[in-house]
């Protein structure tokens, strides 16, 4: 994927902050429904965790790469999937415990282009959303294994995000992709569309005051789609975490 040098050093500061405290922790770590190479990424990070004393559970879902299990001890993993028995959630596999399936052929042949967002996607990313938050008695398992923070790997990720809060826990986001677009526009990073050209908007690293424009108005349609996508994970998040809201 995209980014593995950010990714190296997203790593290691996780692992420079919780290698500092002296007691051991309990680290949760959240996929999004799809996270392809991030599974084994936070993987390797959650054995180099093992290896300092620390114990990790992992939420994944069940994708279409079928990784075998961490098989590790000290991590413990949750595989979920979507029911879409169905068939009525767009882009999943029609089965009782589906995998999400990435537009390979569109991403290949058009992936940097507006063109190639997959709009019907946003009611796959609700499903995720209402999937995971509305297993109750996994959340009150979750409550009780009383983790000390959550890793969250932020890709479309808004519910695990929600999750972690209505559990108490502190999050640390987890980046592996572009770092411009997209979440990172709303959390501190700084990475203004003056100087970070935008993937989508094929502008070279050093712009001239046209293609910089050019890059606004690309990070002005890319802060649309997240606003979509932060209203149809809110309405859920408010549907199936309301104590969470209220607090
Ligand atoms: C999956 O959905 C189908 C149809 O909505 C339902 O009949 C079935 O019980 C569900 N399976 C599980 C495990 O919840």
């Excluded at 972690?164 to 990475?191: K, N, R």
Aim: one cysteine or more.
């Amino acid at each position: 994927m995209v980014g593995g040098d950010r990714a190296s050093l997203a790593t290691f500061l996780v692992l420079a902050l919780l290698m500092s405290p002296l007691e051991a922790g309990k680290i949760l770590v959240l996929h999004p429904m799809y996270a392809a190479s991030h599974v084994l990424t936070l993987r390797a990070l959650a054995k180099g965790l093992v290896a300092r004393g620390h114990e990790v559970t992992v939420l994944r879902w069940k994708d279409t790469h079928n990784y075998p299990d961490a098989n590790h001890p000290g991590i413990k993993e949750h595989v979920l999937a979507i029911n879409n028995t169905d068939g009525t959630i767009p882009r999943l596999t029609v089965e009782e415990r589906a995998s999400f399936e990435m537009p390979q052929e569109l991403m290949w042949r058009k992936g940097t282009s507006w063109t190639a967002l997959p709009v019907d996607t946003f009611l796959t990313v609700g499903a995720f959303c209402r999937s995971l938050l509305e297993r109750e008695q996994l959340r009150e398992e979750l409550r009780r294994e009383k983790f000390d923070i959550a890793i969250v790997d932020i890709l479309y990720n808004e519910c695990s995000l929600a999750l972690a809060h209505d559990l108490g826990l502190p999050s640390i986001g987890y980046w592996a992709f572009t770092f411009a677009g997209g979440e990172p526009q709303y959390t501190t990073a700084f990475s203004p569309p003056s100087s970070v050209p935008l993937i989508l908007s094929h502008c070279p690293e050093v712009m001239s005051f046209w293609e910089r424009l050019w890059n606004h108005f690309v990070a002005f349609s890319s802060h649309v789609v997240m606003q979509t996508q932060f209203a149809v994970t809110s309405y859920q998040i408010r549907h199936y975490c309301r104590r969470a809201v209220a607090g």
